[in-house]
């Protein structure tokens, strides 16, 4: 009852996001499932590191569409639409490292209001941008002394991290007002656990190739299963 208290205040500190209360639950299910690239896998692409390359190296591998050759498609954002009771939120203090001139991981979940850890494991200069446009944009400079700074996305938003000394660098966090969210991994796949029976819109987000939505009815104790493609826009 106690976390549902302090869940409720800090939703209740932001405007627009609705708020979620965290209990008990009963019966719970999961939901399992997959994303995968409608058509042939694009190849690898390698962006170009134009300075600090003793740091970032020779080239950087683009993170903004990973899809395995037998097309699973990583770093896919899916999450259950404006679910307002369920699960605690996660009690994980999120990380964003800057090590090798990449940001790891690359895409972050965060939840939203949550204190978000920006690392500089790099011995170079560097710079945490948001481009956000719900949340204030954040601008901070992380020169080699300064191992750590902190950010904090008060409202739900997907905002797209970059860093203006090396441009090749981007990363994405995705901070959410509930934890029925998850991230698939190399291997395509994501689950989603602890959900209440129930019927809900589960939506899959990817930052370059955009979103889905479909319907999943969630069973007492049972897996639900679910398959997206995703093409190019
Ligand atoms: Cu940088």
Redesign the pocket.
């Known amino acids: 009852m106690a976390l549902g208290a302090v869940l409720l205040c800090a939703a209740g500190a932001a405007t627009a996001a609705p708020s979620y209360q965290a209990g008990e639950i009963q019966n719970a299910g999961a939901i399992v499932g997959e994303v995968t690239y409608d058509g042939p896998p694009p190849p690898p692409r390698t962006l170009a590191v134009t300075k600090d390359q003793e740091v970032c190296g020779q080239g950087a591998p683009s993170e903004s569409l990973v899809v395995g050759r037998d097309g699973k498609v990583a770093n896919a954002v899916v999450s259950i639409v404006g679910i307002t009771r369920g699960k605690p939120m996660p009690t994980l203090e999120p990380v964003l490292d800057?090590k090798g001139?990449r940001y790891l991981p690359h895409v972050l979940l965060a939840p939203a209001g949550e204190t978000i850890r920006v690392r500089n494991s790099d011995g170079i200069l560097?710079?945490v941008h948001t481009r956000s446009r719900v949340n204030p944009p954040v601008n901070i400079a992380q020169p080699k002394f300064k191992k750590e700074v902190s950010i904090e996305l008060e409202e739900p938003e997907s905002v797209a991290v970059r860093?203006d000394?090396?441009e090749w660098?981007s990363a994405v966090i995705v901070a959410m007002e509930h934890p029925y969210y998850a991230a698939s991994d190399p291997q395509g796949t994501f689950r989603i656990g602890d959900v209440p029976p129930g019927e809900y819109t589960l939506r899959v987000w990817h930052e370059t190739l955009g979103e889905k939505s479909e319907k999943v009815t969630i069973e007492a104790g049972k897996e639900t299963r679910a398959v997206f493609e995703l093409g190019p826009r």
Request: glycine share 0%; with cysteine.
């Open positions: 800057q001139c560097h710079n860093c000394a090396h660098m």
